[in-house]
């Protein structure tokens, strides 16, 4: 890609990123289109494809890009849990929300756009890149599970697995109801909390509930 998108002031540059990620999240590699990309972003086509060669692209940079922000918002909410002591899985689970509704309100496509990218079927992810993302995904569940006093589920309960059941709910929520303002993910988040909640009185010994 040319180097001069970077010259582009932070927001402009978060535009034509938010737009873009806005627009992939909502369909298809293959069905969306450069010209809406360009549209809700207020700039030409030519534009564009003056900062991005093609289309793929500027799938592929926006792919590594959300990839990045996604570990910076994991990083920076453990560092934020680690500094205040917080050790309780559904408790940091739930003050993540905060560092999240950050990130929206910075890039509100970003997390659709990678839900869809990951499971795009039009060959424009590699096996390889699929996998870096299911390696990140892994190495942050890893790192979450080590910091938490992971005693407190009862006998036999895999707190990876409930990770993993936590993490495909939000999916299945964030894809139905297409929600991607700040306001409809606060709305959608507390409706994930009550299931959560749900999971802690099932999951946790009597004594930690």
């Known amino acids: 890609m040319n ?18 990620m806005v627009e992939f999240g909502e369909g298809t590699f293959k069905k969306t289109s450069a010209d809406a990309i360009a549209k809700r972003a207020g700039v030409s086509k030519a534009l564009l494809f003056h900062y991005f060669k093609d289309k793929r692209e500027m799938y592929l940079y926006l792919f590594q890009y959300a990839i990045d ?3 910076e918002i994991f990083n920076r909410h453990m560092l934020k849990a680690s500094y205040f002591g917080e050790t309780d899985f559904f ?22 756009f990678v839900m869809r990218a990951y499971y795009e079927r039009d060959g424009v992810l590699s096996p390889r890149l699929r996998k870096k993302l299911d390696d990140v995904l892994e190495q942050a569940t890893g790192s ?4 938490m006093d992971l005693y407190k589920f009862k006998d036999g309960v895999d707190p990876k697995a409930v990770v993993r059941l ?5 999916e299945g929520m964030l894809a139905e109801t297409g929600a991607y303002t700040a306001e409809e993910i ?4 507390a409706e994930y909390k009550k299931y959560a909640d749900m999971l802690r009185q099932f999951l946790y010994k009597e004594e930690y509930l």
């Open 3 to 20: 180097p001069k998108f970077f010259q582009l002031p932070e927001e402009r540059q978060d535009l034509i990123r938010n737009s873009a």
């Open 69 to 71: 922000q996604c570990m």
């Open 91 to 112: 408790l940091t689970l739930e003050k993540g929300h905060q560092v999240k509704m950050d990130m929206v309100r910075r890039h509100p496509g970003l997390f659709r």
């Open 144 to 147: 979450f599970l080590e910091r």
């Open 166 to 170: 936590l993490m495909l709910a939000s």
């Open 186 to 189: 606060g709305r959608l988040f």
